[in-house]
């Protein structure tokens, strides 16, 4: 019965140690990528891009939105205002 323990928990540990080798580098490599996609440096581009494509849309004379959109984005603003005239 010793040796069924002591065998068991020398797979375990082997297992477990061949687990972080191998799986630990994947999921350190990718939670890099991750940070690096949301650092400070990375969302201060994107704002710019978002606020020289506002600016671009805005200037311009063509529509923005289809028809449809309009009407959506329009009843959305509708209910909205509604239910915020609702809660005074």
Do not use: G, H, W
Not at 49 to 66: A, L, N
């Amino acid at each position: 019965m010793k040796i069924f323990i002591y065998k068991s928990l020398i797979i375990f540990f082997l297992s477990a140690v061949l687990f972080k080798i191998t799986f630990s580098s994947f999921i350190k490599k990718y939670e890099s990528k991750i940070i690096d996609q949301f650092s400070q440096k990375n969302i201060s581009i994107v704002q710019e891009k978002i606020r020289d494509e506002i600016r671009d849309s805005v200037s311009s004379d063509k529509k923005i939105f289809k028809k449809e959109d309009s009407l959506l984005i329009k009843k959305l603003i509708d209910k909205i205002s509604k239910e915020l005239r609702e809660t005074d």
